[in-house]
C-alpha cells in the first residue's frame, strides 16, 4: 500500500508535482500514466524519500520510506536502469544491494537467472544493452522480494519477447497480492497489465480510475458496424447525428450514436447489418483527451 | 511473511566494502599508490648517493635516514585522497548514489560506511607503502655511514604517517559529499594541504607563530607526526588530538548536513 497526499515538488521554479494525492493499493497492477517531464519520476523519487517535498507526505506501508526499517524487503524499486557502475559486474552489483539490504546474497543467483541474466553476469555492465539494462533494475527491484515495487518505465528498450515477460511478470506479483506500481508513457503496455491507472499530467493527477472506467468515458465511444450495403447506411446514419467514416471490407466506424440507435436506424431502411460492435476505445484515445483537455486549463 | 528487521549498520558497512574491493581502479590505484611512493623515496636515495661526496660535512652530519625515506607519501597521500574523492563522487557521476540511499535510506550509515572503508584501507596501504620506503632507505643509505633510526621512532613515523593519511581520507569522502564533484573535491584539497604553506609568507608574523598550528594540516602534522627540528612550533598532543576531532566534526557534520536536506 502507498498513500500520497498533497505532493508537491519544486524544481527552482517549476512545479513538477503540484499537489498530487493517491492510493496504491495491493493485489492489481497499477498503471502511472503521462507523457514525459509530466512528474511521473519525480513523485517516484518522492515516494522513495529521494527528494525532499516541498509540501504533502508519501507513506509506503503507513511509514515514510526513510524511516521503514527493512526497506529493501519492503520495497523493490526500478529508477533509472543505467545508474550503475560501468565498471562493476551484474553480479557484483547486485551483491552490494543484498549486502546493504540484510538479503541472502544467494538471491543474487535466483533473480539473475529470474531475468534472464545469468550467462552476462560477470560482465562488466558497461557494455550492457539497454534491454539489459532493464533486466538487471528488475532483478535489483525483486531481489529482496518485496511486497511493494515502484517500477519507472520497466519495459522501456526490451524486445517484444521481453516487454511479454515483464507483462507476465507484473500480472504474477499482482496476483501474488503485492502492490505494484507501474509508470510508463507507452499506452497500449499498459493497456495489457494494468487494472488500475493514475493519468498525470503537468504534475497533476487527472484521473484516478478503473482501466476499464478511463476509455468507456474518455475511450470516444465509438462503434464498429459491419453492413453489405455500407454507402446507404452511411447516409442514414449521417442523417441521424452520426460521424461516419468509412472503413474496408464493407466496415463502417460510427461516432455520435450509441449501437442500439444505428440498429434502429439500420432496421427503419431494411438494411442488414453483420456485426454491430461498441469499441471501448483504446486507452491511447482516452489519455489523449484527459492530457490534452484536462491539463492545458 | 516479510522479514522486517533492520539490518542494521553491519549491512552497510559490508555493502561498501563490496562496492570498493569489487572495482579494479580502486585495486590499481591502491597498488600504484605503494609502489609509485616507494620509487619516490629509490629516486631520492638514487640522488643523495650520487652526490654525497659533494654534500658539505655539517650537511652528512645533519642527514637524517628517516626522514628522507618518507619522501614517497607526497605521492601516496594525494593518489589515496583521489582515491577518497572518487569512490564517493563515482556515486554521483554514476547516478547510483539512488540506488545506495533507496537501499539504505539512513544518510548518516552511508557516510559513517564510506569514512570507515576508505579510512581502512587507507591505512593499512599507507603503512605498507611506508614501511617499504623506510625499508628501501635502509637499504640505499646502509653504506653512508649514518646511524640507523631508532626502531621505536620508526614504529611510530610509519602509524603516524597512516593515521594521517587515514584522517584526510574522511575529510576527502565528507568533502566530496557535500561538494558532489571529484574535480572540485580534490581543487579544495590541493587548497587545504597546501594553500597555508603557500599564503603563509604573505600573512602578518603572528599568524605563523600563533594561528597556523590550529589548521587542520598542522594539527595534525603535530598528532601524527615526530616534530622535525626546524618545525614551527606546534600543538601538544592533547590539544592537536581536540583541534583534529573539531575539524573532522565539522567536515561529517557539514557533509551529514548536506545528505540530509538535499535532493539525491
Not at chain 1, 28 to 34: K, N, P, R, S
Request: net charge neutral.
Amino acid at each position: 500500500m502507498i498513500t500520497v497526499r498533497g505532493l508537491t515538488k519544486r524544481y527552482g521554479g517549476t512545479v513538477a508535482v503540484d499537489g498530487v494525492s493517491f492510493d496504491v493499493r495491493p493485489g492489481v497492477v497499477t498503471g502511472f500514466l503521462g507523457p514525459n517531464g509530466s512528474g511521473k519520476s519525480t513523485t517516484m523519487r518522492l515516494i522513495l524519500g529521494l527528494d525532499r517535498p516541498g509540501a504533502g507526505t508519501a507513506t509506503v506501508h503507513g511509514v515514510p520510506y526513510r524511516e521503514l526499517t527493512a526497506p529493501l524487503r519492503q520495497v523493490g524499486a526500478l529508477l533509472d536502469a543505467k545508474a550503475v557502475h560501468g565498471n562493476r559486474s551484474a553480479r557484483r552489483h547486485l551483491t552490494w544491494l543484498a549486502r546493504a539490504g540484510g538479503i541472502p546474497v544467494r538471491r543474487v543467483e535466483e533473480v539473475l537467472d529470474q531475468v534472464g541474466l545469468t550467462a552476462a553476469a560477470d560482465r562488466k555492465v558497461r557494455g550492457y544493452s539497454l534491454g539489459m539494462f532493464q533486466r538487471l533494475g528488475l532483478a535489483a527491484a525483486l531481489l529482496g522480494d518485496p511486497p511493494t515495487l515502484l517500477l519507472d518505465e520497466p519495459v522501456n528498450g526490451l524486445d517484444p519477447d521481453g516487454v511479454r515477460q515483464v507483462r507476465r511478470l507484473l500480472l504474477r506479483l499482482a496476483a501474488e497480492g503485492r502492490t505494484v506500481l507501474v509508470s510508463s508513457h507507452q499506452m497500449a503496455e499498459m493497456q495489457e497489465t494494468a487494472e488500475h491507472v493514475l493519468v498525470i499530467g503537468r504534475g497533476r493527477i487527472v484521473a484516478d480510475t478503473t482501466l476499464a472506467e478511463l476509455t468507456r468515458e474518455h475511450g470516444g465511444g465509438r462503434v464498429l458496424v459491419r453492413t453489405p450495403e455500407p454507402e446507404r447506411l452511411a447516409a442514414v446514419l449521417a442523417g441521424a447525428g452520426g460521424e461516419v467514416l468509412p472503413g474496408t471490407d464493407c466496415r463502417l466506424d460510427v461516432g455520435g450514436l450509441p449501437a442500439a440507435a444505428i440498429g434502429d436506424a439500420a432496421a427503419a431502411a431494411g438494411i442488414t447489418l453483420h456485426e454491430l460492435t461498441p469499441s471501448r476505445g483504446s486507452l491511447e484515445d482516452a489519455f489523449l483527451d484527459l492530457v490534452g483537455v484536462g491539463v492545458a486549463a | 511473511m516479510t522479514d522486517l528487521r533492520d539490518p542494521g549498520f553491519a549491512a552497510t558497512l559490508r555493502s561498501e566494502w563490496t562496492k570498493f574491493a569489487s572495482l579494479r581502479s580502486v585495486r590499481v590505484t591502491l597498488g600504484l599508490g605503494i609502489v609509485l611512493g616507494i620509487a619516490a623515496t629509490g629516486l631520492l636515495g638514487w640522488a643523495v648517493l650520487a652526490t654525497w661526496d659533494e654534500w658539505p660535512a655539517e650537511e652528512r652530519a645533519a642527514f637524517a635516514v628517516l626522514d628522507t625515506a618518507v619522501v614517497g607519501t607526497l605521492v601516496t597521500g594525494v593518489l589515496f585522497l583521489v582515491l577518497g574523492v572518487t569512490t564517493v563522487s563515482s556515486e554521483y557521476s554514476s547516478r547510483m548514489a539512488g540506488l545506495t540511499f533507496t537501499a539504505t535510506p539512513r544518510r548518516e550509515r552511508v557516510l559513517a560506511a564510506k569514512v570507515l572503508v576508505v579510512a581502512a584501507a587507507t591505512l593499512v596501504a599507507t603503512v605498507v607503502a611506508v614501511a617499504g620506503m623506510i625499508a628501501l632507505a635502509l637499504l640505499v643509505f646502509s653504506g653512508l655511514d649514518r646511524p640507523g633510526p631508532e626502531a621505536g621512532r620508526v614504529v611510530r613515523v610509519v602509524l603516524g604517517i597512516g593515521v594521517n593519511a587515514a584522517l584526510s581520507s574522511v575529510l576527502a569522502v565528507s568533502l566530496t559529499f557535500v561538494l558532489r564533484s571529484a574535480a572540485g573535491s580534490v581543487a579544495a584539497l590541493l587548497g587545504l594541504s597546501f594553500g597555508p604553506a603557500v599564503a603563509g609568507p604573505f600573512l602578518p608574523g603572528w599568524w605563523a607563530e600563533h594561528g597556523q598550528r590550529y589548521l587542520l594540516g598542522p594539527a595534525m602534522d603535530s598528532l601524527t607526526l615526530p616534530s622535525f627540528p626546524d618545525s614551527p612550533p606546534g600543538l601538544g598532543t592533547g590539544a592537536a588530538a581536540l583541534v583534529v576531532a573539531a575539524w573532522l566534526a565539522v567536515f561529517l557534520a557539514a557533509a551529514l548536513a548536506t545528505l540530509r536536506r538535499r535532493d539525491v
